[in-house]
């Protein structure tokens, strides 16, 4: 089926619409599915909050829905990243979906037989936030592998503008039902909506969805849990992909929070419109971030580079998130409202695209998480800061603040350029290291550290300083990419005559690097053999960590 649909992705070309992932079938249902789940849980945070107001109308009980609804993303995206990159993706999204639908049905069940209270709900909101995490680092690399490489940016743009869609969207339908019925029946659609999901999910080719390097493996076991979470804290400490996501992403969100999460008070309070006007405005976002992210930016991504793109829109950004401060006119209003809906969906899609970048496949699912983490904490805590600052100093002062501080967020490009990803290729090159004499051991040993040394000798004093440079990025890399420890030593009495250690956690880890090595660890080998191709070759020797016999 799969590829049936990616031979029709040959035959025709949507040009420019942004649209050529749709030509997959599967692409499409999943993304439809996907897009009415982030609807059904935008109206069910509109229910429940709205249900507390009536249980609890006490600000700090309905405060609590957002903290229940958040508190589950800080504490297990990266778990869930974690579970995404070692089992499988379709799995994993048919039992927790199958989990939304039990809780968010049973809830609905409580509170139309009235026994739903603050406590109850509040246990539920946060169980559906821990669904909702489990679900949404998954689903991005499981739809990104139904389309092409060429569709992938395309792909990545419009799972991007389903999660938007659904913030804009579910607010108003399920303010809608919520005032024409009652707070349970969201509670049910939104349990219905997991119900597509599971119908699509279990079309899908099992095997797609097993983490990439996984299908090249044959014998060795899946990660261990623990070591793939000190894998990811590594990653994150030493990769400078990783660096620039995080880096560009938290400042981003921590500063255009300002704009959405003062938006209703500007609506009620500055411009004086209703439930209904306060709709539109959304609507426009809405609007907005569509023409953006399937007209606009695939005409642009050609012509313009990721950081040219990303730089534009923030300062596009930034102008909507000051002249909705002053603006009085509703009509104007709505317009710049889809400016900011335009440049908004184009810094989501660009960080997206750098995420999937940032990473090799065996590690892609938990750098999304942190991705996802860092982008909801920005919301959370600059929720606080500017909700904070404009209960002092007013809603325009503050959104001037925040958009010059969003402005000025740019020159982070300086030090966290997207450009440092140019030149990466995380491509897994499993024949570049050739497997040690030793590699099968003894099996009660695999649990052993592995050791290995690379002993350089007679390096040209002239070359010395290159030399230790290039072996140090390597070092970089390399922990990046999971090595435990790593060292350049060099020998006082020869100063031409050097030692690299390199530990890895397990002899069994190690293998796995030897399946998993990217081209970037190759190339930098390579350009330092071809610095030293004068001296004598590297002598390197494995080690296994031995325990005390009993």
């Not at 990243?81 to 609905?108: K, N, V």
Request: aromatic share 8%.
């Amino acid at each position: 089926m799969v590829g049936t649909d990616r031979q029709l992705d040959n035959e025709e070309d949507i040009s420019g619409s942004g649209l050529n992932p749709f030509k997959s079938s599967l692409y499409r249902l999943l993304w439809i599915a996907a897009l009415f789940s982030y609807v059904g849980a935008a109206m069910y945070d509109v229910g429940a909050s709205w249900l507390m107001t009536s249980l609890a109308p006490n600000p700090l009980f309905v405060s609590l829905i957002t903290t229940a609804t958040t508190l589950p993303i800080l504490l297990f995206a990266l778990p869930s990243g974690i579970l995404s990159d070692i089992f499988d993706r379709r799995r994993i999204l048919l039992i927790t979906s199958a989990y939304m639908f039990t809780i968010s049905t049973a809830l609905g069940i409580l509170t139309l037989v009235g026994l739903t209270t603050t406590t109850v709900l509040l246990m539920f909101t946060f169980a559906l936030g821990a669904g909702t995490t489990l679900i949404r680092t998954p689903i991005i690399p499981t739809m990104s592998g139904l389309v092409s490489k060429k569709e992938l940016p395309d792909a990545l743009t419009l799972s991007a503008l389903a999660s938007n869609l659904g913030r804009v969207i579910g607010p108003i339908v399920g303010g809608f039902i919520v005032s024409a019925i009652a707070p349970w029946a969201v509670f049910f659609i939104n349990s219905a909506s997991f119900i597509g999901m599971m119908i699509v999910l279990s079309r899908l080719p099992r095997r797609l969805n097993v983490p990439n390097y996984q299908q090249q493996q044959s014998s060795l076991p899946p990660e261990n849990i623990i070591r793939a979470i000190r894998i990811q804290i590594r990653y994150i400490r030493h990769s400078q992909a990783a660096h620039v996501l995080i880096i560009r992403a938290g400042l981003f969100t921590l500063c255009s929070s300002a704009l959405l999460s003062l938006l209703p008070l500007l609506a009620k309070h500055d411009l004086g419109l209703d439930s209904i006007g306060f709709g539109l405005l959304l609507g426009s976002f809405g609007v907005g971030a569509i023409i953006g992210g399937i007209v606009i930016l695939p005409r642009l991504r050609p012509k313009a580079s990721v950081e040219s793109l990303i730089t534009v829109s923030i300062a596009l950004l930034a102008i909507v998130t000051f002249t909705m401060g002053y603006v009085q006119v509703f009509e104007i209003a709505c317009l710049v409202m889809g400016l900011g809906g335009i440049a908004f969906i184009t810094i989501l899609s660009k960080f997206y695209t750098i995420g999937v970048k940032s990473a090799p496949k065996w590690i892609g699912a938990r750098v999304l998480a942190v991705y996802l983490l860092v982008l909801n904490g920005g919301l959370v805590v600059g929720s606080v800061i500017w909700g904070t600052m404009a209960n002092t100093f007013g809603i325009p002062i503050t959104l001037s603040v925040a958009s010059l501080a969003l402005a000025a967020t740019i020159i982070a490009r300086k030090g966290y350029s997207s450009t440092l990803l140019d030149d990466l290729d995380f491509t897994p090159v499993s024949d570049h290291w050739s497997l040690p004499p030793q590699s099968s051991i003894d099996p009660t040993q695999v649990d052993n550290h592995a050791l290995i040394t690379i002993e350089y000798n007679k390096i040209d004093p002239k070359l010395s300083d290159e030399f230790q440079r290039n072996v140090h990025e390597l070092g970089r890399m390399l922990k990046s990419e999971g090595m435990a420890y790593w060292e350049l030593f060099q020998d006082p009495a020869d100063t031409s005559h050097y030692i690299e250690i390199r530990i890895a956690d397990t002899w069994t880890d190690h293998m796995r690097q030897h399946e998993y090595v990217t081209k970037n660890v190759q190339d930098m080998e390579n350009r330092i053999r071809e610095l030293i191709k004068d001296s004598p070759q590297p002598i390197i020797s494995h080690y296994i960590g031995k325990t005390p016999t009993k």
